[in-house]
């Protein structure tokens, strides 16, 4: 799955919450504070973060059926709107969503297959052991890809962020400024920072951030993917609900 994929589903998610809170307000207008902040950041994310992942890919007038509806949306939040206001918008939005993740296919059915041949890590890993890791890792997720296995494909690619944040890591002669900045994870107990072996990959995304490995964008990517990876635990699949839902990772429409 193609990060911009990745983008989409997590949007189609953030429209179902939203219409499933909408469907549960009996007023015609929308009054309560906290649900139109909740909507107003909905459009905010999108105008901030999904967006701004998807314009490498797509033009503005690929985008414009999604601004829309999602303009609409943060107007809308600002006033006592209606309620169907809000749920027509989603309604566009969810459809201008499906549109986009069309034209995305569309557009990497022209793209070589040789985009997805192994990058050179050489200059990233610190020896030929982690050369090979990142190596293997890639090929795994190109398979999972390959036969449709898109939670295996997920997992795989999590796995493989987690393993370019350490080979990273593993380059720095001084490794002090990754135990010195506001993310990096305290251990409760002694109140010290966590070794680097006992990090978790949302540390590793933060702290990367925040370092500047990787811009804003590429964090907003990163922790979608962070967070649906953790749907390998079945509890938390069935709980949510999420992954056997067309437009979803774990669906066959992607």
């Known amino acids: 799955m193609t990060p911009e994929q990745v983008t989409i589903a997590a949007t189609l998610g953030d429209i179902e919450r939203a219409k499933r809170m909408l469907q549960r307000v009996k007023a015609t207008q929308v009054r309560n504070v906290e649900q139109r902040q909740y909507l107003r950041a909905l459009a905010l994310t999108w105008f901030h973060s999904r967006r701004p992942a998807l314009e490498s ?14 303009r609409a949306i943060l ?65 795994e ?14 997992v795989m690619m999590g796995g493989m962020l987690e393993a370019l944040f350490v080979a990273r890591a593993n380059r720095m002669t001084d490794k002090s400024p990754l135990f010195t900045t506001k993310n990096t994870p305290i251990d409760p107990k002694t109140k010290k920072p966590l070794d680097l072996r006992q990090w978790m990959l949302a540390s590793y995304i933060d702290v990367a951030h925040e370092l500047g490995w990787i811009t804003r964008s590429a964090k907003d ?20 609900g999420v992954m056997n839902r067309p437009g979803f990772i774990g669906g066959s429409v992607i």
Not at 80 to 108: F, M, Q, V
């Open 221 to 240: 990517v990163a922790v979608v993917l962070r967070d649906y990876r953790n749907y390998v635990h079945p509890e938390k699949e069935r709980s949510h």
């Open 57 to 70: 890919l797509l033009v503005d007038d690929q985008l414009r059926n999604v601004d829309q509806p999602f």
């Open 75 to 139: 107007d809308s939040s600002e006033k006592l709107a209606a309620r169907a206001t809000y749920l027509n918008a989603a309604r566009d939005a969810k459809s201008g969503l499906i549109e986009l993740r069309g034209a995305i296919l569309s557009t990497r059915a022209h793209v070589t297959s040789t985009s997805d041949a192994v990058p050179d890590f050489s200059a990233l890993a610190g020896d030929s052991a982690m050369n090979s890791i990142l190596t293997n890792r890639w090929d």
């Open 141 to 154: 997720c190109m398979k999972c890809v390959s036969a449709s296995a898109f939670l295996a494909a997920t």
